[in-house]
């Protein structure tokens, strides 16, 4: 029998992680002890507290990564291998944690409705019941939901930062069990709400069930599930090779879901619809960081050796994405659900990004790689997401979120400030000069370029032409055209929380774009993942 | 010097937004006469022998290599001067016009304005291919709000096809923009400097498919045949104002971009593509024309004669001699001169008449004189009388097309018998014949109408008979840029000058 050892912890390098999933747990022990109508207050300053604590916590510990392998990735291999924090990871930690503190933001407005926040008052009363309606007289609130936030976060940071199968479906599983249950607790319109919350579920569940075949076969060709391993079995194996084959199919199924590409993007216009719109904001620009983080680094550290097998089949599925992304934006009356297809659209450009993968005596001097684009387009999408989302909250009729695009006739003139920041938001996605969003675009275009992938582009730059045209509508409608009677939505006057995170995402996007500088620094000095 | 030429009218617009309403106008007119100063103190400044300069060089974005990148050339001088002059007569003209309770007001068209200054100024003045991109890019969104925002009724869906025939362009433009930063990148540290990528060496094939890119790009926004279709529904509703800023200075870009870049980093590739785009051209001079000849409404017709002008000016580019470069030069800023005025005028037409059909017009010059004769003007202008100043770039193209070949010649003297019947039919039509007892009472020009309209008619008579300064300006550059493209001049074969000065004779 082996002796057993005692796993090792970088305490330290791991401090993030360990405070997220702290944090989540102390926030439970808070709904535990304390009686329901005090819960709130504690709750939302030891969310914020916590991811806090964590962004500087991984600030301090960029600062303090080592270089290692000559210089070209920094930072450590942790937890036994098990967790890898390089430079990408801390960037995407960095970028996680931002949006978690606006998602708390988000989450804690409650002027919008009255007192009350946008979750259900009782996720078990039944819809149109009697039970709901005592609920929502006695301003009853779901305060589980900023644990539960949390633990989607901390499942998300794990996520980028896995180094094997394993870990990376647990985290896979940590992440978006929470988002689940989130997206079915919607105060309004909870039959939606609901119908979302089951779509993903069970669409999430088929899906982490080929991500773990995809795995098994793996192990079977390598006989190791770390990336590292599965990277030597791949350049040295040469038998059964279409174990592996098989096997990076199941697996990209797995993320292809969660990134929301074609064909596994079915679910994203659902439930960005139904689930809670702040819910929407954060998991819009969490999921997609967190899941392109981790597609990334499973094609980029364990595959690499099998390039030439993923990249045709990536940039088919990155051509789909964007086409139909563009397309079936342009047919949707539903404010939520045109950004739904418009990030289903961006899913496709982030992936043509992926797949300018090149070797590293490839690059010229100077000339920045795809990794560096994906991670830069992921902050510049995430923030105008967040934005553009946070701005849906704001735009109210009787009935709770305005989201028909017919409310939003003639906001301009009603609402100038609104408007021009919802159109700010929406030119950054369509990817105008002078917005965060071209220069994004710009980085993975290049990287694509650059690898060969020509013909993805130009598909890439007919698909930006389709997309301008139903931002460019939107925007129209907003400015120069005239509300018909009864349908109109105004803007709710909103608390500190979601002003603030509008005004953030804002500023992000203004800064990117004008002076992309320092955060493309940032991100060119994060390196290249730890192989 | 340029920065300050860029970012006053930058900092105007922010200004002018957040200023009180009652101030917009004074205020934004200060400003574009301020900018007007500055623009006239580089050109003092500006040293005609020495090619590029007023140079400023600063890194922007590093990782893509990147610069904040300025400088004037004369070419680029030309248009900085057309521009900055234009500016401060489409305030004055539009002063009331703009204020229209059913527009957004004048607080926002004067800030948009200083803004398409301010970005349109920074395109002509880039010396780095990707600020030119982002500048040439970001002109749209306050061309689409001056389009969108103020005008006539249809304003809105022409604001959108302007739009997305321009983004559609800007997004083929990208393409290429991203190519040369792929050929930069392979052949050492990727760079987006003009001065750089004049330097490299693209092949064949690579070039080729580059140039393609910009010059369907450039030939969106200038427009030329077949993608001109955004251009008369965008000036039959934009306001005549913002009508002057897009055909006068913003479609300018598309020339200028198609000697600055096309040949510039291009030169094989231009050679190659010549046969094409001089039949492109052809096709433009003489189907603008028809189809101007066949329009009611007089907005549209001045943009679609604008179609024909531009097909001249591309020809000139395109016949790559020092003579067609010079005269497509000139041509811009003649075309600025007088299509501007043209604009103007039948602004003030619509204005007192509430109607822009030529068919319900009529008269006019009995009750308002001084209207009808200013409007006469600029249109003879237009169709390239001698002694204006359209005469002189326009037989210098002339020059170049026959000597590039007798038929394109040929074809390209119908353009101007074909301007001849547009503007003296819709000036026949619009302005002649019994004076209708409803236009009787008609005010003739008030001073501040006519003062919008004296600098444009005094540059039109000055430079038909003084081009000298102009071509001063343009010759060195023209001579640089053909010793880039590698022509040699033939010299100029005498009897088809003369064919040519018959033509011009016929009218």
């Known amino acids: 029998m082996p002796d057993f050892s005692k796993p090792s912890l970088e305490y330290f390098e791991l401090l993030p992680l360990l405070i997220v999933f702290g944090t989540a747990c102390v926030g439970v022990l808070l709904e535990a002890f304390l009686p329901r109508q005090s819960r709130r207050v504690p709750q939302v300053l030891v969310s914020l507290v916590g991811l806090a604590a964590a962004l500087g916590a991984t600030i301090w510990v960029a600062k303090e990564a080592k270089e290692v392998g000559g210089g070209a990735a920094r930072g450590i291999v942790g937890a036994e291998g098990s967790v890898i924090i390089d430079g990408p990871t801390l960037y995407l930690w960095g970028l996680l944690l931002i949006f978690g503190i606006l998602g708390v933001a988000l989450f804690a407005e409650r002027r919008l409705e009255g007192g009350l926040s946008a979750f259900a008052g009782q996720a078990a009363a039944l819809p149109g019941t009697e039970a709901e309606r005592q609920a929502a007289t006695q301003g009853l609130d779901h305060t589980e939901v900023y644990p539960l936030l949390l633990f989607a976060i901390g499942g998300m940071l794990l996520f980028p930062a896995s180094g094997d199968l394993l870990t990376m479906f647990v985290a896979l599983e940590v992440l978006s069990l929470p988002l689940y249950l989130l997206c079915g607790l919607a105060r309004r319109r909870r039959l939606l709400s609901q119908e979302a919350a089951l779509k993903y579920f069970l669409l999430g569940a088929f899906s982490s069930g080929f991500f773990l075949y995809g795995a098994a076969l793996i192990y079977g060709y390598a006989g190791s599930m770390s990336f590292a391993g599965i990277d030597q079995a791949v350049r040295n194996n040469t038998s059964e090779h279409w174990l592996l084959l098989t096997g990076i199919a199941l697996l990209s199924v797995g993320l292809l879901f969660k990134v929301g590409a074609a064909p596994f993007q079915a679910w994203t216009p659902d439930v960005y619809q139904g689930a809670p719109t702040a819910v929407t904001a954060f998991m819009s620009a969490g999921t997609k960081a967190a899941a392109f983080g981790a597609l990334a680094r499973l094609f980029y550290v364990a595959f690499d050796g099998e390039r030439w097998s993923w990249q045709p089949m990536l940039s088919v599925v990155a051509i789909a994405t964007m086409l139909l992304g563009a397309v079936l934006a342009i047919v949707q009356t539903d404010v939520k659900r045109m950004l739904a297809y418009s990030a289903v659209a961006h899913t496709g450009f982030l992936l043509t990004g992926v797949i300018g993968a090149q070797g590293a005596g490839q690059l010229a001097k100077g000339q920045y790689s795809s990794l560096e684009g994906v991670l830069f387009y992921l902050t510049t999408y995430g923030f105008a997401s967040v934005g553009a989302f946070a701005l849906v909250t704001i735009v109210r009729d009787a009935g709770g979120e305005a989201t028909s695009t017919a409310a939003w006739a003639g906001l301009g003139k009603r609402s100038p400030l609104v408007a021009g920041s919802f159109a700010f938001f929406l030119l950054s996605m369509a990817g105008i000069p002078l917005t965060a969003g071209f220069v994004g675009k710009w980085a993975v275009f290049t990287s694509a370029m650059s690898a060969g992938f020509w013909w993805v582009v130009l598909v890439a730059i007919v698909s930006s032409v389709i997309a301008i045209f139903f931002y460019v509508r939107h925007i129209k409608l907003m400015f120069f055209t005239d509300p018909e009677p009864g349908e109109t939505a105004a803007v709710s006057d909103a608390s500190l929380l979601t002003v603030g995170t509008i005004a953030i995402c804002l500023a992000a996007t203004v800064v990117l774009g004008v002076v992309p500088g320092p955060v493309l620094e940032l991100v060119t000095g994060a390196g290249d993942f730890i192989r | ?507």
């Open chain 2, 1 to 507: 010097m340029l920065s300050t030429l860029i970012w006053l009218p930058l900092a105007g617009a922010i200004a002018v937004a957040v200023a009180p309403k009652t101030l917009s106008r004074i205020l934004g007119l200060g400003i574009a006469a301020a900018t007007l100063v500055v623009g006239v103190v580089a050109a003092f400044r500006y040293d005609v022998d020495k090619g590029m300069q007023l140079t400023e060089t600063h890194t922007w974005i590093e990782a893509f290599g990147v610069h904040y990148a300025l400088g004037l050339d004369g070419l680029g001088l030309l248009m900085v001067l057309l521009t900055v002059a234009l500016v401060p007569l489409v305030l004055v003209a539009e002063w009331h016009s703009a204020d229209d309770a059913d527009g957004g007001g004048a607080r926002a068209y004067v800030a948009w304005v200083l803004a398409l200054e301010a970005l349109s100024l920074a395109v002509f003045c880039a010396t780095d291919v990707f600020l030119f991109y982002v500048v040439f890019e970001a002109t749209l969104i306050p061309a689409y709000f001056l389009v969108g925002g103020f005008g006539r009724g249809g304003r809105s869906d022409a604001a959108l096809k302007f739009l997305m025939f321009q983004l559609a362009g800007g997004l083929i433009l990208l393409a290429s923009v991203i190519g040369l930063y792929v050929v930069s990148a392979e052949q050492g540290t990727p760079s987006y400097l003009l001065s750089d990528l004049a330097q490299l060496d693209i092949n064949t094939d690579a070039g080729r498919w580059l140039f393609l890119g910009f010059f369907i790009a450039f030939a969106i926004k200038a427009p030329l045949f077949p993608v001109h279709t955004w251009l008369a529904d965008t000036t039959e509703n934009a306001t005549p104002g913002t009508s002057v800023l897009l055909v006068c200075v913003l479609d300018k870009i598309g020339t200028f971009g198609m000697l600055r870049f096309c040949l510039g980093i291009f030169p094989e590739a231009s050679q190659w593509a010549t046969p094409v785009v001089v039949t492109l051209a052809l096709i433009s001079i003489v189907y603008g024309a028809l189809i101007a000849i066949g329009q009611d409404d007089v907005l549209r017709l001045i943009g679609l004669t604008s179609l024909s002008h531009f097909g001249f000016i591309t020809l000139g580019i395109f016949a790559m001699s020092s003579q067609g470069s010079t005269g497509a030069i000139l041509y811009m800023v003649n075309h600025g001169v007088g299509t501007a005025a043209l604009f103007l005028i039948a602004g003030y037409v619509y204005r007192r008449r509430g109607t822009t059909l030529i068919s319900e017009m009529g008269g006019l010059e009995k009750a308002t004189p001084v209207l009808a004769g200013l409007f006469l003007v600029a249109g003879l202008a237009t169709l390239g009388l001698p002694g204006l100043s359209s005469f002189v770039s326009e037989f210098l193209v002339l020059v170049s097309a026959f000597d590039y070949a007798w038929y394109v010649g040929a074809v390209a003297v119908t353009g101007i018998v074909l301007a001849a019947i547009y503007v003296l039919w819709m000036y026949q039509r619009a302005m002649t014949g019994p004076t209708p007892p409803e236009v009787e009472g008609t005010e003739d020009l008030d001073a501040r109408e006519l003062g919008a309209i004296a600098p444009l008619m005094v540059a039109l008579v000055l430079f038909g008979f003084f081009p000298g300064p102009l071509l001063d300006v343009a010759n060195p550059f023209t001579d640089g840029l053909l010793a880039h493209v590698g022509v040699v001049d033939n010299a100029p074969v005498v009897p088809l000058v003369d064919t040519t000065v018959e033509s011009e004779g016929g009218h």
